[in-house]
């Protein structure tokens, strides 16, 4: 299938007929040994404790990484007969803490927020265990003839969706006490704030390898990142018309940090890009991937004419240069036209809406038009001598860094009308 969506349809289909087929090869490979006495005694003994079937429960599960083939396992043992409440019961509650293993093996490795997420997954599965094993042991000393009778694999999966589901209700309230728990087994390391703050080393939390394994997935992280930076840019864009039209010094330290972010951004995302074009890819994720790179490195332009615009403030202050009135009114048109064409490109990337990718063109011809205009105009200031030359070179460098930028923005919009 070319189309990923009916592809990735087939392969849950394919997963869940290779599941129930394991399961009938299993309840088969059992028949001949239900009638055998090890089996019913080690349930018996198992059933009369709770700890010990909890522990096996636990135990099976995070051998063989699997809840869903661990509860199978159990379902086949009470096809055949020889499993009973009790014991089923307090296993199903084992396996739902063995479920949690492999979360807490796949957060190895992983950032503390990742760590603390396996921690709360394993919290809420050891609280929701303790409180239905003290529940269902009550119950079972209530009715002994209950507790021995057999159990189908039928009410087995409905206990097991009972168990979640109530135990998610009960446990919602206390969401925040989970959240401070987890705090408490993985503290928080001296350098964590610091690291999300610091200016040339973007955290970007949502490209993790483990994720590669679903090309689609890893795709839309790195647009929702790739957005990030786009927003970065924008800010970057507005510091700089900010330096240039009011001779703020801070404004253009401000840009020239921010292209060490924005560099980041493209360093970072690019090499992920990478990890993915080298997947098993179809046509529409390849061609996603290609404008992906394309678009991260018209971002990274975009940030370098911003960068280039807050070297000329810098220039101008160092100068005591100042537009005039009418330099000031022509240069706000221009950076306004420019900052709308970059807002529409994130948005147009964000929505995948036509709309916002012909206003993109829009604005980029309006760009196009007042550079031409400006130009002209400015030119006649300076042969009138109504302008001074330094200032001049600074405004016509000015323009032509924001004809760029809004031609870069109109290459994004292009690849996001490619896609759609």
């Known amino acids: 299938m070319k189309n990923h969506k009916k592809k990735d349809a087939g392969e849950i289909l394919i997963g869940f007929a290779l599941l129930f087929i394991g399961l009938s090869f299993m309840s088969s490979s059992i028949k001949p040994y239900r009638d055998a006495e090890i089996f019913s005694t080690a349930f018996m003994v198992l059933g009369s404790n709770p700890i010990l079937g909890i522990l096996t429960g636990a135990v099976v599960t995070a051998i063989i990484q699997s809840s869903s083939a661990s509860v199978g396992i159990l379902q086949t043992l009470a096809l055949n007969g020889i499993v009973n409440w009790q014991s089923a019961i307090f296993i199903t509650l084992g396996q739902n803490i063995g479920t949690c293993v492999t979360a807490l093996l796949s957060s190895i490795g992983a950032s503390r927020t990742a760590k603390r997420a396996a921690v709360i997954h394993l919290l809420f599965n050891v609280v929701g265990a303790v409180i239905f094993g003290i529940v269902m042991f009550v119950l079972f000393s209530a009715d002994a003839a209950w507790a021995q009778r057999t159990i189908s694999s039928v009410e087995i999966s409905v206990f097991h969706t009972v168990f979640n589901v109530v135990n998610t209700i009960l446990l919602f309230p206390f969401a925040g006490l989970l959240v401070k728990a987890s705090y408490l087994v993985v503290k928080e390391g001296k350098d964590e704030g610091e690291k999300a703050l610091s200016v040339g080393e973007p955290q970007l939390k949502h490209l993790d390898d483990r994720i590669l394994e679903s090309p689609s997935f890893a795709i839309e992280n790195v647009t929702n990142e790739m957005i990030n930076m786009g927003h970065v840019v924008l800010d970057s864009l507005k510091s700089a018309a900010s330096a240039l039209m009011k001779n703020d010094s801070g404004e253009a330290d401000k840009v ?124 006649e200031r300076l042969s009138d001598g109504r302008c001074q030359v330094d200032n001049g070179l600074v405004f016509l460098d000015a323009v032509s860094n924001l004809e760029r930028i809004s031609d870069h923005a109109l290459n994004i919009a292009g690849y996001v009308r490619d896609e759609i």
């Open 256 to 379: 020239l940090e921010t292209e060490t972010l924005i560099n980041a951004y493209d360093k970072q995302l690019t090499a992920y890009l990478v990890k993915i074009n080298n997947l098993s890819l179809n046509d529409e994720q390849h061609l996603q991937v290609k404008n992906l790179f394309y678009s991260i490195g018209d971002f990274e332009r975009i940030g370098d004419h911003c960068e280039n615009l807050a070297e000329l403030a810098k220039s101008k202050i160092d100068k005591g240069l100042q537009f005039s009135d009418v330099a000031v009114e022509d240069m706000d048109r221009i950076f306004n036209t420019t900052v709308t064409a970059v807002e529409r490109t994130i948005s147009a990337r964000k929505t995948m809406d036509l709309q916002d990718v012909r206003g993109v063109v829009k604005c980029e011809q309006e760009v196009d038009a007042l550079e031409e205009e400006l130009r002209e105009r400015h030119i």
